[in-house]
């Protein structure tokens, strides 16, 4: 329907893949540029739980923007049939 809704959606959508990658590239990098101190299963543990809320909210916006182009991408319905002329007479 709306070229302007899609092209929000799909912005929206960007968004939230920048704000979710940015998210893992800093557990990424909190990963190899800190030596861990106890065990590194427990250690890779603790770095990917803190940084689950923010990777979600960027999922949560990706989700809604493809809400948001699923909207905008659904056709109207068709009109309805016209009505038949009144009888003469």
Do not use: K
Request: proline residues 16%.
């Amino acid at each position: 329907m709306s070229a302007n809704g899609r092209f929000i959606a799909r912005v929206v959508q960007a968004t939230g893949a920048v704000i979710a990658g940015g998210f893992l590239v800093s557990a990424g990098w909190t990963l190899l540029s800190v030596p861990p101190q106890g065990s590194a299963a427990a250690f890779i543990l603790v770095v990917l739980v803190s940084q689950l809320p923010g990777f979600a909210i960027g999922a949560l916006v990706v989700w809604a923007g493809t809400a948001m182009h699923r909207r905008h991408s659904t056709t109207p319905p068709p009109p309805p049939p016209p009505a038949p002329p009144p009888p003469e007479g």
